[in-house]
């Protein structure tokens, strides 16, 4: 059974008529392909019924991951633009046109989108805006920029702070070429806390391979790369560089 991230919307949408927006932006949200969700976003926005700045905002998003999931970048760039203008939850706007630009190969215009996210969201949401700054920083070998944003990140964090301690820790590694100090203790933490999940498996299998933990590192990392390329393809598209670094430390860590 689908489940949609806006419950009242999909209370609205069955109320009204199924042409209505709010009908096609349910359709949308539950569409099991890119092709099949773009149709409905597109039929939504064109539609004649009177459309608020929120749920146009909410069918771009679900056209943009249309695009996205095709990898249509450009495109996806452009819509979300689009939702920048509308001004509408503008830090989420900001991330989706990062990850597009971030897809493209134009890491200063995603950063300087994720800046704005930064900028333009709830202080609830900031800790995660600079963590993902300092994620892009760390893929793209921009290490001592990296530690300066994932310390703020680290600093801020509250929920999620095992995991942004363990990604700093990544990048003084990574950039210091040797092991940081603290990582066993990150290691402790991230493990024990909900946050070790999901992206916490990257961090988990590349601080044990720097800590030397080789049967543990393989094991996360092969764990983050099976959940991450067997998912949603539009996780799987931007966390690409994640899965690429997971690849190479496994095969590194096999002596292939």
């Not at 495109?75 to 991330?95: F, K, R």
């Not at 793209?140 to 301690?165: F, I, K, M, N, Q």
Request: charged share 25%.
């Amino acid at each position: 059974m689908c489940r949609v991230c806006y419950p009242s919307w999909v209370r609205r949408a069955r109320e009204v008529a199924p042409t209505s927006p709010e009908q096609h932006l349910q359709k949308a949200v539950c569409a099991r392909s890119a092709a099949t969700r773009a149709k409905y976003a597109q039929l939504g926005l064109a539609g004649r019924a009177p459309l608020d700045p929120t749920t146009q905002a909410m069918l771009l998003r679900q056209l943009y991951l249309a695009h996205f999931e095709g990898r249509r970048f450009e495109q996806s760039l452009e819509v979300a633009t689009q939702m920048i203008a509308l001004d509408v939850l503008p830090d989420v706007a900001h991330q989706d046109a990062a990850r597009s630009c971030q897809a493209l190969g134009d890491v200063d215009r995603a950063v300087g989108h994720l800046r704005l996210a930064a900028r333009s969201g709830p202080a609830s949401r900031r800790a995660f805006h600079q963590w993902t700054l300092g994620g892009l920083y760390y893929l793209a070998g921009r290490h001592a920029e990296a530690v300066d944003v994932l310390a703020r990140a680290s600093r801020w964090g509250t929920t999620d702070r095992p995991l942004y301690v363990g990604h700093l820790l990544l990048a003084r590694s990574a950039g210091a070429g040797a092991p940081a100090r603290g990582i066993p203790d990150a290691i402790a933490r991230l493990e024990s806390a909900p946050c070790g999940r999901g992206y916490g498996r990257f961090v988990l299998g590349r601080l044990c391979a720097w800590a030397g933990r080789r049967e543990e590192a393989e094991a996360h990392l092969e764990a983050f790369v099976e959940r991450t390329t067997s998912g949603r393809v539009a996780l799987a598209i931007a966390l690409a560089g994640e899965v690429d670094e997971a690849r190479c430390t496994l095969a590194r860590l096999r002596g292939n």
